[in-house]
């Protein structure tokens, strides 16, 4: 009986004594005439209080379908990050298929690379927000045939993002079916879940099914962080967020580097350059699968679901795997406001011109990167206006080019 109050004793003792130096510094402070910007009230007693900081919720897809939807609209216009849990998903058997890639010979790997002409295969170069990631990926997405048994490079396999580049069975055995099954089933997760979210925006389960389950044009990245041995607090990945409808993250349980923007408080959550909350990390839940809601999401919501800024550490010694299916709709895909209470906020936004932009971004540096508010109502930018050129040009079933789309894509600079 007199343990825990005594733990509560020392606890409390321990938050006085940080309190008095806190308040000898501010004394000291004023007293030399130093000018300080004192944090809001909300941070300060954050920092003083001794529960854990908030992070988004756990949730179990066996719960009764009308808690589930109410609870994943919540986390979806809080946080925009949530976990799940029984979600149908072997997790661990693509575990070692993924680490077996990243362990073939660098020149292996680097024979499929994927270039400014095809999205889609090996890279270690990747730009986010103008910096260059500290990692290695390969991306495998929905050929254009929708038919994985064609061999990859089939003429029917071309889409604007290329066509896949997996290593051959005689190089890493069995990897090819284990992708496929793998993504196979994160499809079907994410349905379930995009049904979910509809149901949470008032609309039917199959609201999404049209441009979403029967045309989407998702992939898988496999990523690999080594270990970043500099210890200079070097990003994994610069905060972004996430362009298409719903992210499903597999997480390393063993290294907690995945890093969300807190949800703000009172106002708009649109911040785009991570100066604005805090960070709080994503620890994977055993188990656990992790979801994040997209830019699409956010315009199809109008702004009810928010698109999260997030980012991802290094570690000094540990390496981390990650592998997030990016669960985009149909490249003809408008995306626009569905009808929910106050004005429309945004234009459509075409997914194609939006995923173009997004890949160019990624592969050489196009001016600023384009975001949810180019489509907001009243904006001033010239992306609704390109993206009508780009319509009129595209051929949605040959592989994009940064280079020949270069004038369709690059904003005119000022
Ligand atoms: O590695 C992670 O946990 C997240 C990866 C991610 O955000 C991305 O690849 O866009």
Same mark, same amino acid.
């Given at each position: 009986?007199?343990?825990?109050?005594?733990?509560?004793?020392?606890?409390?003792?321990?938050?006085?004594?940080?309190?008095?130096?806190?308040?000898?510094?501010?004394?000291?402070?004023?007293? %030399?005439?130093?000018?300080?910007?004192?944090?809001?009230?909300?941070?300060?007693?954050?920092?003083? +209080?001794?529960?854990?900081?908030?992070?988004?919720?756990?949730? !179990?897809?066996?719960?009764?379908?009308?808690?589930?939807?109410?609870?994943?609209?919540?986390?979806?216009?809080?946080?925009?990050?949530?976990?799940?849990?029984? %979600?149908?998903?072997?997790?661990?058997?693509?575990?070692?298929?993924?680490?077996?890639?990243?362990?073939?010979?660098?020149?292996?790997?680097?024979?499929?690379?994927?270039?400014?002409?095809?999205?889609?295969?090996?890279?270690? !170069?990747?730009?986010?927000?103008?910096?260059?990631?500290?990692?290695?990926?390969?991306?495998?997405?929905?050929?254009?045939?929708?038919?994985?048994?064609?061999?990859?490079?089939?003429?029917?396999?071309?889409?604007?993002?290329?066509? =896949?580049?997996?290593?051959?069975?005689?190089?890493?055995?069995?990897?090819?079916?284990?992708?496929?099954?793998?993504?196979?089933?994160?499809?079907?997760?994410?349905?379930?879940?995009?049904?979910?979210?509809?149901? /949470?925006?008032?609309?039917?389960?199959?609201?999404?099914?049209?441009?979403?389950?029967?045309? %989407?044009? +998702?992939?898988?990245?496999?990523?690999?962080?080594?270990?970043?041995?500099?210890?200079?607090?070097?990003?994994?990945?610069?905060?972004?967020?996430?362009?298409?409808?719903?992210?499903?993250?597999?997480?390393?349980?063993?290294?907690?580097?995945?890093?969300?923007?807190?949800?703000?408080?009172?106002?708009?959550?649109?911040?785009?350059?991570?100066?604005?909350?805090?960070?709080?990390?994503?620890?994977?839940?055993?188990?656990?699968?992790?979801? =994040?809601?997209?830019?699409?999401?956010?315009?199809?919501?109008?702004?009810?679901?928010?698109?999260?800024?997030?980012?991802?550490?290094?570690?000094?010694?540990?390496?981390?795997?990650?592998?997030?299916?990016?669960? =985009?709709?149909?490249?003809?895909?408008?995306?626009?406001?569905?009808?929910?209470? /106050?004005?429309?906020?945004?234009?459509?936004?075409?997914?194609?011109?939006?995923?173009?932009?997004?890949?160019?971004?990624?592969?050489?540096?196009?001016?600023?990167?384009?975001?949810?508010?180019?489509?907001?109502?009243?904006?001033?930018?010239?992306?609704?206006?390109?993206?009508?050129?780009?319509?009129?040009?595209?051929?949605?079933?040959?592989?994009?080019?940064?280079?020949?789309?270069?004038?369709?894509?690059?904003?005119?600079?000022?």
């Amino acid at each position: 009986m007199k343990r825990p109050k005594r733990r509560g004793n020392r606890r409390w003792g321990e938050l006085m004594k940080s309190r008095t130096r806190a308040r000898r510094l501010l004394v000291a402070l004023i007293d %030399h005439h130093v000018s300080i910007r004192l944090p809001p009230m909300r941070l300060l007693a954050r920092r003083f +209080s001794s529960s854990p900081p908030p992070a988004p919720p756990v949730l !179990d897809l066996h719960a009764p379908r009308h808690a589930l939807v109410a609870a994943v609209a919540d986390a979806c216009s809080r946080w925009g990050f949530f976990q799940v849990v029984h %979600h149908g998903v072997d997790v661990n058997a693509y575990h070692k298929p993924m680490a077996d890639f990243f362990r073939l010979p660098h020149n292996a790997k680097a024979a499929l690379r994927r270039t400014a002409g095809n999205a889609r295969g090996f890279f270690d !170069d990747e730009l986010t927000k103008q910096k260059v990631d500290w990692k290695q990926a390969i991306d495998v997405g929905m050929p254009g045939s929708r038919a994985w048994a064609l061999p990859d490079d089939d003429p029917s396999n071309a889409c604007l993002d290329g066509f =896949n580049r997996l290593p051959s069975d005689a190089l890493l055995p069995g990897f090819r079916e284990a992708t496929v099954r793998y993504y196979e089933s994160l499809t079907s997760l994410a349905a379930r879940v995009a049904s979910l979210m509809a149901e /949470g925006l008032g609309m039917p389960a199959d609201h999404f099914d049209r441009e979403l389950r029967e045309a %989407h044009t +998702s992939y898988l990245r496999l990523n690999y962080y080594p270990p970043h041995p500099g210890g200079d607090g070097a990003l994994g990945i610069s905060p972004h967020r996430d362009a298409g409808f719903l992210t499903v993250l597999w997480q390393d349980p063993s290294c907690h580097s995945l890093q969300v923007q807190q949800p703000a408080e009172t106002g708009s959550s649109r911040r785009y350059d991570g100066s604005g909350g805090e960070w709080t990390t994503v620890v994977p839940a055993e188990g656990a699968l992790t979801i =994040n809601t997209g830019d699409m999401a956010q315009i199809w919501s109008n702004d009810r679901y928010q698109a999260p800024l997030h980012r991802v550490l290094t570690h000094p010694t540990l390496e981390r795997f990650s592998a997030p299916f990016f669960y =985009n709709p149909g490249y003809r895909t408008q995306v626009a406001p569905l009808p929910s209470p /106050g004005r429309p906020k945004f234009l459509p936004c075409n997914w194609g011109y939006f995923r173009a932009q997004r890949f160019a971004g990624d592969f050489a540096d196009f001016g600023a990167e384009i975001q949810t508010d180019d489509f907001y109502e009243g904006s001033k930018s010239h992306h609704p206006q390109m993206q009508e050129e780009f319509l009129r040009t595209v051929d949605f079933s040959t592989p994009f080019s940064v280079e020949k789309y270069r004038p369709l894509l690059q904003m005119p600079r000022k």
